[in-house]
């Protein structure tokens, strides 16, 4: 018998998502544990994987709606079953005893994480489908808004966030005429006031400046064959952090180099370790995290984060590191980083790396960090001016190993083995002494490893 | 002095002094650089005057003929220097108003014909000034067509007749439009014989054709019309056209000349800093932006649309855009207002625009008389309310007033077409009753 499928709460703060891609058509079969769609929080991009087994009867929200979480998304069944006393007019979740009685709760990928989470289904959706987001109720009553639209785009006209956010825009009213003409409705009118008239309306906003729309470039600028790929999930998130990063941040990046002897010789003892220990798979990059969160709590402005008008300095380390994934970047955070062993702080590296490659990454794992790390040292890069991940104001970029020519005493000439540290800080919060002194200090530890063992 | 501002406005006139106020308020550090009388031609040589003018000869004809409510005067005199004197009254106290509202702005004047030396440059009276932000507002000026005789003594145009020491016994207007009505109706109710000479089959083109018909119908009394009537020449005090029943000639003590009016663009150095012009108008978008970076234009000189108020509206869109707020230009409900007696005002489309863009609309015309306030007050003299909405949308789309104070209404149909109110929405609106205005309502619910 089919089945809504609903979707999971993706983290605690998670109260809606975004679909960015349904990766099964409706008349596919699904396996459990398959990936149905793909969906975006605020924070991360996240498949949605299948906990029955059947065939895709029903995608109930299309790609780019905001699907509240906790609410059925899709109808799974038997090919060939009709759905359609399933399908109410334009309300997936309009009758709220069946969404408790059928609705199966999916699991992410995680499914430590969603067991946590799933128990606590109905509340939000099940009891007022026709309410207003919690959400949405927050940022209603935290900025002032006076009066909630009449209805919300949610199911069953629930008002969510982008509701309030759309009737906090300012949105510039319609005119009667194109309340009547009906259409898309862009933000911004031709008429008085920037009133939207029936003119307006299904058309892009007009420009302020009155100059022309930029459209694909023409043929004659990029001769041959164009392929073009939306913007959406991982590279949408990235691309909007970095681009508010290097627009709201002083970034200045200081580049040092640490003796890499210590750091080589003690990852060469912990491989040889016997295996029993568990330290076989300690890297020379655990080292690192390992030793600038033992030397964080000694620099409290480097531990920190930066609002405009506030600086809030932290007592812990939550270290976030860069990974590469087959979506694009993402940084998890490992919390209280200093107070971890250097086994336990390797593991937790390896856990995290591994949830964000497969997307099976809670999204309350990727944020809250107060320091980043960032090495691209794998690739040979000598040095380079990592981007802070706001609000922290500094990051600790890793470089390559390579070959110094040093002068010995005898005045010949001998290799040493260096590594590059490229620290960019945010001069908004952290002057260049100090991050200096952070950077000197980090490299004395990094070359004396027992030193940051002892610490 | 210290010759650096924000914001150079060439141009004293209404497109120019009122953005300067608006620019001063802002704080932008500006300058006004006007070769007369700030002001411009609306102050001085157009609106203002012609109304007080106007005026005069309103109270002369109520005073002589209101027989029909009961009031006889006997021995009603007109006084013209003494109206001529309120005249120059009315004007300098507005004059020094604007005066008074640019120094409490900020607002830097000088006297002086101003020459473009680049678009950030102008100098004036041997000096440089300079500023990054230039709005040119330079205005217009009668147009004199190459007539034969066009520059004989007798030729006036609307600057001149308004100094006019007395009335004219006999005055020939030669063109039809809202300048020579105005003249024309002034003069003939003050007892001049009055002869319109227009080109066109209609005065008035502008208007729309039942207003200018009904215009026409109402000044027959006191005022000659030789329509489709090309001027051939003037010779002395004679004009000599030709009509569709062969040539004719009138004579007339003053001949006013008022064919309409050209942009001022010429002679400033405009053309030599790359400015855009075509036929002798600054070329402008939306945003009132000209083709070069920084300077603006507003007012007559673009040729848009030659009235004092769309000026004002155009001055304030420039520096709207010069604060970087949105703003545009819009044409679409512009009021247009012939202060003639009886009055007629209009805006938005014609039935004849309607008609030459192929928009299928809907017309519902009544009598004024259907408003208790105007049979109170104009009893049976000639006027109507004309409404033309889209067949489909019931759109507001123009609104055509005759009789009445219907200058004084005409705003209030400006804004519901601006704000595209339909029928049903117009329903909702409340009048004032009794008030001429209800002309409006009443037309509305024909529909």
């Known amino acids: 018998m089919a089945q809504e499928i609903v979707m999971p709460k993706l983290g605690n703060t998670v109260e809606s998502v975004i679909i960015v891609e349904w990766r099964k058509e409706v008349g596919d079969s699904i396996a459990v544990g398959e990936a149905i769609c793909e969906v975006e929080t605020d924070k991360a991009t996240v498949e949605v994987e299948a906990e029955i087994a059947g065939t895709l009867l029903a995608k109930l929200y299309d790609v780019d709606d905001d699907v509240p979480v906790l609410i059925p998304f899709a109808i799974v069944g038997e090919a060939g079953e009709d759905v359609s006393g399933m399908l109410t007019s334009d309300t997936p979740a309009s009758d709220a005893s069946r969404l408790q009685s059928e609705a199966v709760p999916v699991q992410k990928s995680v499914p430590a994480a969603a067991a946590s989470v799933v128990p606590d289904a109905p509340v939000s959706a099940g009891s007022s489908p026709t309410g207003i987001s919690p959400r949405a109720r927050n940022l209603a009553s935290s900025s002032g808004l006076q009066g909630l639209p009449a209805g919300g785009t949610g199911p069953g006209g629930r008002i969510i966030e982008r509701d309030i956010l759309s009737a906090l825009e300012g949105k510039a009213p319609l005119t009667p005429a194109a309340m009547a003409a009906g259409g898309t409705t862009p933000t911004q009118g031709s008429g008085i006031g920037g009133r939207v008239l029936a003119a307006d309306m299904g058309t892009a906003p007009v420009s302020a400046a009155g100059t022309a729309t930029v459209g694909d470039p023409s043929p004659a600028e990029f001769p041959g064959q164009v392929e073009s790929f939306p913007v959406k999930g991982v590279r949408k998130l990235v691309a909007q952090r970095m681009h508010d990063s290097l627009a709201e941040t002083a970034q200045l990046t200081l580049n040092a180099s640490t003796a890499a002897a210590s750091l080589l010789s003690w990852r060469a003892a912990y491989k040889a370790s016997p295996e029993v220990f568990g330290l076989t798979k300690v890297s020379i990059n655990d080292l690192i995290m390992f030793t600038v969160a033992r030397l964080l709590p000694r620099y409290p402005d480097m531990n920190a984060t930066f609002h405009g008008s506030e600086i809030k300095q932290y007592r812990h380390v939550h270290l976030g590191f860069a990974v590469d994934t087959p979506r694009g970047l993402m940084v998890p955070v490992i919390r209280f980083a200093d107070q971890l062993s250097l086994s336990r702080l390797s593991a937790e590296t390896r856990r995290l790396a591994g949830a964000c490659r497969d997307g099976s990454i809670n999204p309350d794992e990727l944020s809250g960090g107060t320091f980043t790390i960032t090495n691209l040292g794998s690739f040979g890069i000598e040095s380079f001016t990592p981007v802070i991940n706001t609000p922290e104001v500094a990051i600790l970029g890793v470089n390559t190993i390579y070959n110094y020519p040093i002068e010995t005493p005898e005045g010949g000439i001998t290799i040493e083995k260096r590594m590059g540290l490229s620290l960019t800080i945010d001069h908004q919060a952290v002057d260049g002494a100090p991050g200096a002194r952070f950077l000197k200090d980090l490299s004395t530890l990094l070359g004396n490893i027992e030193l940051a063992a002892a610490l | ?447």
């Open chain 2, 1 to 447: 002095m210290n010759n650096e501002f924000d914001l150079i406005i060439v141009g004293g006139g209404p497109g120019g002094y009122n953005a300067a106020e608006r620019a001063g308020h802002a704080g932008l550090k500006t300058l006004v650089v006007e070769k007369e009388v700030l002001g411009g031609v609306c102050l001085n040589r157009g609106c203002i005057p012609t109304k007080t003018l106007l005026a005069a000869a309103k109270h002369f004809h109520i005073a002589k003929d209101s027989a029909a409510f009961g009031v006889d005067a006997v021995d009603v005199t007109m006084d013209w220097s003494k109206a001529s004197k309120r005249k120059v009254k009315t004007v300098r106290a507005l004059v020094s108003g604007v005066k008074t509202k640019l120094k409490k702005n900020n607002v830097t004047v000088i006297q002086g014909e101003a020459s473009f030396i680049s678009a950030s440059v102008v100098e004036v009276n041997g000096e440089s000034y300079s500023a990054v932000k230039i709005l040119i507002a330079t205005g217009s000026k009668p147009f004199i067509p190459p007539i034969p005789g066009a520059d004989s003594p007798a030729v006036l145009t609307s600057r001149e007749i308004l100094e006019i020491d007395h009335i004219p016994e006999s005055l020939v207007v030669i063109g039809g439009g809202v300048i020579g009505l105005e003249f024309a109706s002034l003069f003939s109710t003050l007892g001049s014989k009055v002869t319109i000479i227009e080109m066109l089959p209609e005065i008035v083109p502008s208007l729309d054709t039942d207003v200018a018909a009904l215009l026409r119908q109402r000044l027959d009394k006191s005022v000659s019309f030789k329509l489709g009537a090309r001027v051939e020449k003037i010779d002395g005090n004679t004009v000599s056209f030709s009509d569709s029943e062969g040539p004719g000639s009138i004579s007339g003590e003053v001949i006013l000349m008022s064919v309409g009016r050209r942009p001022v663009t010429g002679g400033m150095g405009l053309e030599d800093i790359g400015l855009n012009i075509n036929r002798g108008a600054v070329v402008v978008d939306e945003h009132m932006r000209t083709n070069l970076p920084g300077v603006w234009a507003a007012g007559d000189c673009t040729g848009k649309s030659l009235l004092a108020h769309s000026a004002y509206r155009m001055g304030e869109v420039a520096v709207a855009g010069m604060l970087g707020k949105k703003d545009r230009m819009r044409y679409n409900a512009i009021p247009s207002v012939v202060y003639s007696l009886p009055e007629a005002a209009g805006v938005g489309l014609t039935e004849a625009d309607a008609a030459k863009s192929g928009r299928e609309v809907v017309v519902k015309k009544l009598p004024m008389q259907y408003s208790g306030r105007y049979l109170a007050e104009y009893g049976q003299e000639p006027g109507f309310g004309k409404i033309i909405v889209d067949a489909e949308s019931k759109v507001l789309l123009g609104v055509h007033l005759v009789g009445g104070l219907c200058s004084e209404i005409i705003w209030g149909a400006a804004a519901m077409i601006e704000a595209e109110f339909r029928v049903d929405d117009i329903k909702e609106v409340i009048f004032p009753h009794p008030t001429v205005s209800e002309i409006i309502r009443e037309t509305i619910w024909e529909f």
